[in-house]
């Protein structure tokens, strides 16, 4: 039988957070649901010695949005060496944080400016770590969609996409935190991959709306010129099950 464990989930509260601390529940885990708003604060520090006490694995799965890249960095950068520190000090054994596929390659983007900063963070920290990076959710297609929308037509970059549903993003995160630290990285992405315009056009069309779809070479990546396989994994990846049809049907 599989011992229970103590996991803290920073940013438990959220949507890839709340499935993360449910399935841990569900397997018989104590799961913290942290943030914020009750009291656990990753970049204040506040709450973090009491939430850690006893925890075997912490998964940082929390969020802010700004357009401000020193904003963003300075959030993920600090709130992660707050969180690798704290971790040390309770004797935590492992830190899972949740990044993005090729944020490296896409850093002109301020927001995977940041995530490289909390990146850096955890893996400069000391503490045993598995930084995992996912595709884009398909939770996130209306974003992309408000994104991308002009003049009466969505145009998109013409490069590959795979998205992953937000239960695969959290089993998946779950399954790396009672396992071993890699003390490196791990790319997660959905089952299909194919061109960015497809998988919009498919999201509209569930949503009856005819607005065109449109390819442009040009277009970029919330600021960062992309290529191809700018958006999916260059090597090995753990799969999700979950299908756009299968996401959208539920
Ligand atoms: N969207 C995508 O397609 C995509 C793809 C790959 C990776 N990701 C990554 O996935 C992660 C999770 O995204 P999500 O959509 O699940 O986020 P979300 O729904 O916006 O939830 C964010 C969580 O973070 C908590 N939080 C914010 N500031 C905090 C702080 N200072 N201390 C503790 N908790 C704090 C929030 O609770 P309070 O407000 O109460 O603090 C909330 O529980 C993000 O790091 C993102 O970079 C996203």
Known sequence: MTKMKKVVVIGGTGL???KAVKLLQDAGHEAVAASSSNGINAYTGEGLADALAGADAVIDVSNMMSFDKAVIADFFG?????LTSAERAAGVRHHVVLSIVNADQLSANPYMAGK????????????AFTIVRATQFHEFTETLVDAYS??????????DFQPIAANDVAAALVEAALGEPKNGFVDLAG??????GSFIRTYLDAK????????DAAVEYFGAPVVAGSLVPGGD??????????????
């Open 16 to 18: 890839i957070g709340s």
């Open 237 to 250: 990846y753990i799969k999700g099950a979950i299908t756009v049809a299968e996401w959208l049907k539920a």
């Open 208 to 215: 009856s709306d005819v607005r065109p779809v449109n390819a």
């Open 191 to 196: 089952p299909e991959r194919g061109p960015f």
């Open 150 to 159: 002009a003049d009466g037509a969505v145009k998109v970059p013409d490069i």
């Open 116 to 127: 490289l900063a909390q990146e850096e963070a955890v893996a400069t920290s000391g503490q």
């Open 78 to 82: 600090t709130s992660s060496r707050n």
